[in-house]
């Protein structure tokens, strides 16, 4: 026997081990395990656009971004959540039914008795006064609802704005990318030229070996390019959850024009603007309400709630061996019922006390969270202001390091410049160039985050 049940709860096991395999979506095929759930993410690279925009990066993120996925489900919960806390304003009704069979032998053969009653029982109640509690209890748990759809909504704008950062940067590295090509074409026609020189007889062995080491240090900073834009691309492809190696052809906007031109307002105007719109600090707000309902709720806990309520029930007989007919009978019952802890040991008056800790910790959340978000504008503000400067500063050194080398290079073709003056103004221009590319990227970047920071999908249409 005891070997028998060893071997059904062995057998129990096995089955319960498969099944949790298969409820994850894993299956063994041989010796190889398949995650069926990556495999369905990998089946998403099949949909992408052959030419895929900032617009299309933001879609494919909304709908594959885990974070959205999770908010989405957290506010859905939340949702549940109030629709139960409606059903206490509707009143109880349950449904039973009972079955007996009694037979007693008594010592006095008249008191035998053999019977069987059967038949439906149906208790109504109703919740009429409690304080409050009800209402208060409900407005938490709808409280709730409101802060977490709009932290559903603020996370929407939070994956916008990472799919943002991440375009204008690989913008910004594909951008550094054609221009670390146009600089070894460069550096490639001074070597050429530098040996060539060399050969005749008009330049020394050391113009050749400045212009090659020009040259090499071109084709680094080219592979070096290269690999981050490798990983510019590998950030987007997360973001917008598909897997790094999916076919991605990101259109970057090399020709759009920079958003330099916005009309400027008193920052703290901003501030007020962004304490008013971030959904973040609303989603907060909501949740102060919450705690502060559920502050009441507990206090009305403290009180006694009044009920009215109903019962029916019906009954069958069937006699045994007496000299008696099938029978049946109705009961009806109802009552006023009075509830009240008097003493529970303090707990509910404990449970006042944490409501109202929570409450007031609630409420400094709220305010730490608005000193952040003014801070956070303030800075935004400030770095917009500070790319704009950057990229027409940046813009101007350009100019002037692209003259200085078109005149060393025709110095040093004339005889007149040494290959150091040709390199040296060659590395100019490459940091020109380099600053020119990050300053366009990150004027982008900083007139998105402060579209965040204020709350807003288009700071343009703002200030």
């Not at 709808?142 to 929407?156: G, I, N, P, R």
């Not at 490639?188 to 090659?212: C, E, S």
């Amino acid at each position: 026997m005891h070997v028998r049940i060893l071997r059904l709860l062995i057998l129990s096991a096995l089955v319960y081990c498969c099944t949790t395999n298969n409820v994850f979506g894993e299956t063994l095929s041989g010796d190889e395990k398949v995650d069926l759930v990556w495999e369905s993410l990998k089946d998403r690279k099949q949909v992408l656009p052959d030419e895929i925009t900032l617009a299309h990066l933001i879609d494919l993120a909304l709908q594959n971004n885990s974070s959205t996925r999770q908010a989405w489900q957290d506010q859905r919960i939340a949702l549940f959540e109030k629709r139960q806390s409606m059903g206490s304003y509707l009143p109880t009704v349950s449904v039973s039914g009972n079955f007996s069979r009694d037979k007693i032998k008594d010592s006095i053969r008249t008191h035998d008795r053999n019977q069987m009653s059967y038949g439906p029982k149906v208790n109504a109640e109703y919740l009429v006064f409690d304080f409050g509690k009800r209402f208060f209890s409900y407005k938490e748990t709808a409280e709730m609802f409101t802060s977490l759809d709009l932290q559903y909504k603020q996370v929407v704008q939070d994956v916008m704005l990472q799919v943002e950062e991440n375009y204008y940067n690989f913008y910004g590295v594909q951008a550094a990318l054609k221009a670390a090509g146009s600089d070894l074409d460069n550096a490639k026609t001074l070597y050429d030229a530098a040996q060539k020189r060399f050969d005749a007889g008009v330049v020394a062995k050391i113009d050749v070996i400045q212009a090659k080491s020009s040259y090499e240090n071109s084709r680094y900073l080219l592979e070096n390019a290269k690999g981050e834009l490798q990983t510019a691309k590998a950030n987007i492809a997360e973001v917008i959850g598909v897997p790094a190696d999916a076919d991605l052809n990101i259109v970057t906007p090399l020709d759009e024009t920079l958003p330099v031109s916005i009309q400027k307002e008193d920052v703290s105007s901003l501030i007020e603007q962004a304490i008013i719109n971030r959904h973040d600090i609303a989603s907060m707000r909501a949740s102060v309400i919450s705690k502060k309902a559920a502050l009441n709720a507990a206090t009305a806990n403290l009180f006694p709630s009044i009920s009215i309520g109903g019962e029916w029930q019906k009954n069958w007989y069937q006699y045994y061996s007496e000299e008696k007919h099938r029978e049946h009978d109705n009961e009806y019952s109802g009552a006023v019922t009075v509830n009240w802890d008097i003493f529970d040991g303090f707990a509910n008056l404990n449970a006042r006390g944490q409501a109202k800790e929570e409450f007031k910790k609630e409420k400094e959340i709220l305010l730490a969270l608005e000193l952040s978000a003014s801070k956070e504008v303030w800075i935004k503000y400030h770095n917009y202001e500070t790319a704009v400067k950057k990229l027409e500063y940046s813009q101007s050194s350009f100019e002037a390091s692209s003259d200085l080398y078109r005149l060393v290079l025709e110095g040093y073709e004339n005889g007149i410049k040494s290959m150091l003056d040709l390199t040296s103004a060659q590395a100019t221009l490459q940091t020109a160039k380099s600053s020119l590319v990050s300053s366009k990227k990150d004027l982008f970047i900083a007139i998105k985050d402060l579209s965040h920071a204020i709350g807003s999908i288009s700071v343009e249409n703002d200030i």
